[in-house]
């Protein structure tokens, strides 16, 4: 168990990867920089698949991209429903970052979403939108009206699911990240060859793809219940 106690607060533990001397020393997260590393990845895929397109005869590689977009704006269209379609860009990015964050630990890397900071900005980014989408469906006045429905004695637990919301966003993928890593640990003390292969490879892919996807569900919920 105590072998399990040190991994995980090393887990918990959120390393520096470099210090940037100004200001008295800036110190940038490991998760920081690992995200910088998926942001060039997207970006470089998507100045490669984006690149010479045509309207007429468009070839293989164009093809293939408009292939991957048009998945994406189904399946996130398809989460937010016809009255919110417009905020389709955001869940496709955040699922390709969150699916992304998840699958890098098959590279050696610590994932991103093992940083409390990191699932915390996803969090208050979602709810941030989700509060601008009802604000721009029902106007400023029709917004505050909302917190009042149906009745108003409940307007202050409608207040409160302000912090409850980016809360529980944070800590479902934040907790489920790292369950699936005590879940291994424990494997690998009872059964050291062979089984812990199998579920790595479990969490690492389809675990983390599912997280992505519960994340992005629930914001896609919450976004449809304020333009209601």
Not at 216 to 224: A, H
């Amino acid at each position: 168990m105590e072998h399990l106690t040190s991994e995980l607060q090393a887990q918990l533990q959120v390393d520096t990867a470099f210090v940037i001397p100004v200001f008295g020393g800036i110190s940038v997260a490991e998760s920081t920089v690992i995200t910088w590393v998926i942001m060039g990845i997207l970006t470089i895929l998507s100045i490669y698949l984006g690149s010479n397109l045509t309207v007429r005869n468009p070839g293989k590689r164009q093809q293939f991209a408009e292939m991957i977009v048009s998945w994406f704006d189904n399946f996130s269209n398809g989460l937010l429903g016809k009255d919110a379609t417009q905020y389709s860009t955001y869940i496709s990015v955040v699922l390709i970052y969150i699916g992304l964050s998840n699958l890098i630990g098959l590279f050696g890397m610590k994932p991103p979403t093992k940083d409390l900071n990191v699932t915390a900005a996803l969090s208050i980014c979602s709810i941030m939108l989700i509060e601008i989408a009802g604000i721009r469906k029902k106007g400023t006045k029709g917004w505050l009206k909302s917190f009042a429905q149906p009745v108003a004695i409940v307007t202050p637990i409608n207040i409160l699911e302000l912090v409850i919301r980016p809360l529980s966003l944070c800590m479902r993928l934040f907790g489920n990240v790292l369950g699936a890593f005590i879940i291994m640990e424990l494997i690998k003390m009872v059964v050291p060859v062979g089984i812990p292969a199998i579920f790595s490879l479990y969490f690492d892919i389809f675990d983390g793809l599912i997280q992505a996807y519960v994340f992005v569900f629930l914001t896609s919920l919450y976004i449809q219940d304020a333009v209601e």
